[in-house]
């Protein structure tokens, strides 16, 4: 009786989150690392530091992709990013073709994401701010060569240039370094503007991305997560679910 009253309350929500979607005109998605776990790609934080043994040191994930870590043990870097941030066979679920069809239909406005990954263009969103960069863009440090993900994933050891024999750098966002202004500005303009905002796949406790939520001004605060997070009690809606299929049957249901 349990399972079907909650299986009831969550159909109800998701009844809810159509209605909302359907009154709503300026839509802006704010997603982290719960949006990309259903096409096979995992938070990093569950890594158990591969390269230990050979520092002779434990260093959390946080350390591993920080900027000191990049310029101190660049080989090491490369080797735990290439296993735990790069995923080239990932492909869109149903949360990111949900975006990309609500865009389409003119009422996202925007995507601003935590993720590095790329998938919300691949599903076909436009509009998309890469908080934290993305692992499919890559330089140079030297001449500003462009290379893509897979020559990074190719490369042994430390990625060099073959123009200039400099040393080519994700165009992702370390620990310890600033985010992008021209990025975190159209974010915060585009959720200032929104009438609905859309919190999925995040608990919230990564900033200053985080932050950006109080930018909001609108009608409908959405939060759709697996577990609770800190700003349930502020939200219009709060449900405790896979954000894929949530967001694919609420589109649906529209």
């Known amino acids: ?69 990049f310029v101190y043990h660049t080989e090491e870097f490369y080797e735990f990013y290439k296993k735990n941030l790069v995923y080239p066979n990932a492909q869109p679920n149903d949360c990111h073709i949900a975006l990309a069809k609500l865009e389409r239909l003119g009422k996202l406005t925007a995507v601003v994401t935590q993720n590095i990954d790329g998938l919300h263009q691949a599903a076909g969103s436009k509009n998309v701010y890469e908080l934290h960069g993305s692992v ?17 994933i190719s490369s042994q050891g430390i990625p060099e240039c073959k123009s200039c024999g400099g040393i080519v750098k994700p165009d992702v966002v370390l620990y310890e370094e600033g985010l992008d202004d021209a990025t975190v500005s159209g974010a915060i303009e585009s959720i200032s503007k929104a009438d609905t905002l859309i919190i999925g796949g995040t608990s919230l406790i990564v900033y200053p991305a985080a932050g950006l939520i109080n930018y909001f001004r609108g009608n409908n605060l959405v939060l759709i997560n697996k577990s609770k997070t800190s700003a349930d009690g502020r939200a219009t809606l709060a449900i405790n679910e896979d954000i894929a299929y949530v967001m694919k049957t609420a589109v649906e249901r529209c």
């Open 1 to 69: 009786m349990k399972e079907f009253d909650n299986r009831k309350e969550l159909d109800n929500k998701i009844n809810q989150l159509a209605e909302i979607i359907q009154n709503s005109k300026r839509i802006v998605f704010f997603g982290g690392a719960g949006v990309s776990t259903a096409s096979g790609i995992p938070d990093f934080r569950s890594s158990d530091g591969l390269y230990s043994k050979k520092l002779g040191r434990n260093f959390t994930p946080e350390q591993a992709v920080s900027h000191s870590f």
């Open 136 to 152: 499919l863009r890559n330089y140079c440090m030297d001449c500003n060569e462009f290379y893509d993900d897979q020559y990074i």
